[in-house]
């Protein structure tokens, strides 16, 4: 069966304030479609899975990806997006727009087609839960998490975050989400104590921004850290999420580990050279196989 994946998330749109007080304002984007262009540098069949505003601007998607298991609704769901000098960022939903669930896809929508990986994409804790656990049931062979920092800032209990990660083979958070799960510690201490609690997660891959992503497989001795690859930073937005469609995208294609977080670390680097989806929508999959080869010999491993 030929390799498919779909990206359960959000469309938005966001206005954006930077540390140097410019603003770019109705920036079209979202943590699904982010991750969606990610992915499809690397594989050809990917679906979309999250309500769709029809004010959202369709052209940009260019035809890219499966939108039939997308639910239309009125609006797309709007936020404030504010960037600190250290690359911290707090996304705040438009006040009417603040329950996030009506923007969310919903359990059920997990069995409304069929993929053999998956990725989640910051979404409320209860649906990532239902979703995850739709999906299993469905068959879906590899799930990817990537979980929101409201959840981890104290909503949810730590035990049932836990739990929730030992049943996906991905776990993809932030540097800011795991800094807020675990505390201060040190970056490769703090993928210790996640190794710790979900040992049975295929990979552990923490992302930090200009520094590129820190990793460990499960079983192996060693941790990884890929850089991140040379690009021109126009705005971060989105970075994250398309370094996790890029690595799930390889990773269904049982690569090497490290070939897997090159590739998302790959698709992160297109997708800083714009606003919005501008720069993944230029990206072109030669230009992103001449920038994986350049990044290979600039990985690093250390003893786990």
């Known amino acids: 069966m030929t390799p498919s994946l779909a990206v359960f998330g959000n469309f938005t749109i966001d206005d954006l304030v930077f540390p140097d007080g410019s603003t770019r304002w109705a920036v079209p984007g ?19 899975v999250a309500p769709l505003g029809v004010d959202y ?8 990806f499966d939108l ?33 669930s009506e923007f969310s896809p919903r359990p059920e929508d997990a069995s409304s087609g069929y993929q053999t990986a998956a990725h989640i994409a910051p979404l409320p804790y209860n649906i ?39 049943e996906t083979d991905l776990f993809l958070p932030s540097l ?16 210790r104590r996640l190794r710790s609690v979900a040992p049975d997660v295929r990979l552990i891959a923490i992302k930090c921004g200009t520094e590129g992503v820190i990793a460990h497989a499960a079983g192996a001795s060693e941790w990884v850290r890929v850089p991140a690859a040379p690009a021109h930073l126009v705005s971060a937005t989105g970075a994250g999420d398309a370094f996790c469609g890029g690595a799930l995208a390889a990773f269904t294609r049982e690569v090497d580990v490290i070939e897997a977080l090159l590739a998302g670390v790959i698709s992160a680097s297109f997708c800083v050279e714009g606003f ?29």
């Open 30 to 48: 979202g943590s699904a479609i982010y991750a969606a262009f990610g992915a499809s540098l690397w594989v050809e069949d990917v679906s979309v």
């Open 176 to 191: 800011q989400d795991v800094r807020t799960l675990l505390g201060g510690a040190e970056t490769l201490e703090n993928l």
């Open 128 to 166: 990532a839960v239902e979703l995850t656990r739709r999906l299993r049931k469905d068959g879906t062979l590899t799930i990817s998490l990537d979980l929101d920092d409201h959840d981890l800032a104290g909503s949810v209990d730590v035990n049932a975050i836990t739990k929730l990660l030992g």
């Open 68 to 100: 039939s298991r997308c639910p239309r609704v009125a609006r797309t769901l709007r936020n404030w997006g504010l960037y600190e000098e250290d690359g911290t960022r707090h996304f705040l939903s438009r006040s009417a727009m603040r329950n996030w």
């Open 276 to 304: 919005g989806v501008a720069g993944l929508l230029a990206a072109t999959h030669d230009e992103a196989c001449s920038r994986l080869a350049m990044l290979r010999p600039r990985v690093e491993v250390g003893p786990m």
């Open 57 to 64: 601007p369709m052209t940009l998607l260019a035809g890219r």
